[in-house]
């Protein structure tokens, strides 16, 4: 017989992993071994065994409130479609389930209720932000040791953490109740958009983001001055209230603990 | 770039003296360590447990910042380290993987390890990750493709790797020779040192019916940095490498005898899953350290209070 490549042989291997044809197990079980007493088939199957439960645990993991949500049944259909549908490409297994929401919102019977793909979408943001990269906060120390003068100049930035995300449904609420071992609310078609962030204690929160605060992050993120949020306040509300009102954002901003240090002035 | 942590523990403040007897364990010898794992994060630093250093699983800290990454930074000012992966897939016929590299050296800098260990196996090919350690076929085409990847990973990381044998099920009709034969060749080739996973032997040797006697025999004395102690699963006619349970007797027996093979070699407890407080894993790590003074001699520990740090 000729020698099989390492390539091959390697293929094969991974083959059978993904794969339950019968032929593609055959091919596999050619190139092993059988001395024993436990056959090959044995032997390839406790391969073939931890594959699917070191996946299967790893959804568990980062998704452990859609496994309420769904039940025990529903989960492990999930599972088993998203092991074939997507094999892991990554060399972490912290990435495997990334595409999950994805694969929810497209393949039935997930898709039919949006709301079990919005859960999952919005467990991978929190896992996003528990380990993204670290950065010094600006504080009200920080603020205090600005001149005023400045202050209109000052353009800030957003922690590495911080995500926003839109919901089409009561998805998050729904994640809480589970959260707090309660059922969930019917799921409703309702609007939301909310903030994820690490807090300053390296802990994991969110909120609700209403939208005045909505449009004033987003013009942050295309660069605005504090004096731009200003501006854009005058045109929402009373004139004498609108730096209060900044400010006051600008504080909530400070205490959640979204901003970096790394806030800088650039007169325009 | 992270910080570099300024105030880390090195090995040397750590020795272990030789006492009266004259004993002298070599320069790497670190003592009796434990895998740290998340759910002891806490307790570590609260306690400051009585214990020689820690590996830590590389793959765990190649995120950019939060909470593991606090702790882990926390932990290295008190203790050694030394970084264990498992995602390097140095047996795969894929090219290596530099992403997963540059991730491996930007954390090497940062928490400045004793060493660096990744398994003798591969994990994936073709862009699909099996996410297990997966054997190799023992011949020279294998031979070769792994001394040339050792190579090309220790030229990237400027240091030497430790490689470490795995538990496997299987065996490939491609097979040429033993496993230790493979694994010995390839750290006389590559200049890799080698990670013995005494309950992997235990494990493989009890699946592939070999003398595990024979396996600590045939590799070289000198290449050996590091024994890894685990538990297993016995299934009757076969064995899996769980890391689920305490050390068994069995794997404790086979430690002495790589202890008269191999000497001072730095120990430590390794426990994956259904992972036991704090306290009953230091107490198997006690356990090691008496089976070593029992096997080689006595050595006297810097009591916890002269440790500076």
Known sequence: MDKLPLASLQQKLINYLIDDDPIVTHTIMEQITDHGNITRDVRLNIYKNAYHVRLKETIENDHEMLGFFLGDDLFDQMVLGYINAYPSDNTSLRHFADKLPLFLASHPPFNGHPIISEIAHFERLLMIAFDAANADRFTRQVLSNTPHEQWPELIFRFHPSVQIANFNYNSVEAWQSLKQEQSPEPAIKQNSIWLLWRNNDRLTQFRSLPPQEKYLIDMILNGANFADLCDFLLQEIEEDQASQVAFNYLLTWIDDGILIQKAFTQPK | ?309
């Not at chain 2, 009585?50 to 932990?75: C, T």
């Not at chain 2, 297990?132 to 020279?140: G, I, M, S, T």
């Not at chain 2, 990237?156 to 491609?174: A, D, H, V, W």
Request: one cysteine or more.
């Open chain 2, 1 to 309: 770039m992270h910080n570099l942590i300024t105030n880390q523990a090195t090995a040397r403040e750590h020795s272990l003296s030789s006492g009266v007897s004259g004993i002298v364990p070599p320069e790497h010898f670190l003592g009796f360590g434990l895998g740290l794992r998340t759910d002891h994060f806490q307790d570590v630093l609260a306690t400051k447990p009585n214990i020689d250093w820690f590996e830590v699983v590389s793959e765990n800290f190649m995120v950019d910042g939060g909470k593991p990454k606090h702790y882990l930074h926390a932990i290295r000012e008190l203790y050694p380290m030394v970084m264990h992966g498992v995602g390097l897939s140095i047996g795969s016929t894929d090219p290596l993987n530099m992403q997963y590299l540059r991730k491996l050296k930007v954390l090497v800098n940062e928490l400045q390890p004793e060493w660096i260990s990744d398994h003798l196996c591969w994990t994936g090919v073709n862009q699909t990750n099996s996410h297990d350690l997966l054997p190799l076929p023992y011949n020279e085409e294998a031979l070769n493709h792994v001394c040339d990847r050792v190579n090309q990973v220790q030229d990237f990381l400027g240091r030497p790797i430790l490689l470490e044998n795995l538990s496997s099920y299987i065996t490939y009709k491609e097979s040429e020779m033993s496993e230790w034969d493979f694994f010995n060749q390839v750290a006389r080739r590559s200049g890799c040192e080698i990670l013995l996973d005494i309950n992997n032997i235990y494990v493989s040797a009890r699946n592939h019916d070999f003398k595990s006697q024979d396996y600590l025999d045939g590799i070289d004395k000198d290449k050996v940095k590091q024994f890894h102690l685990a538990g297993h699963t016995d299934y009757g006619n076969y064995v899996i490498d769980t890391h689920d349970h305490p050390v068994s007797d069995p794997v404790w027996d086979l430690y002495k005898q790589a202890l008269k093979r191999f000497g001072w070699i730095s120990t430590m407890i390794e426990r994956d899953d259904n992972i036991p407080p704090l306290a009953e894993l230091l107490a198997e790590v006690e356990t090691a350290r008496n089976i070593a003074y029992s096997t080689l001699g006595q050595l006297e520990t810097l009591p916890q209070w002269e440790r500076t740090t």
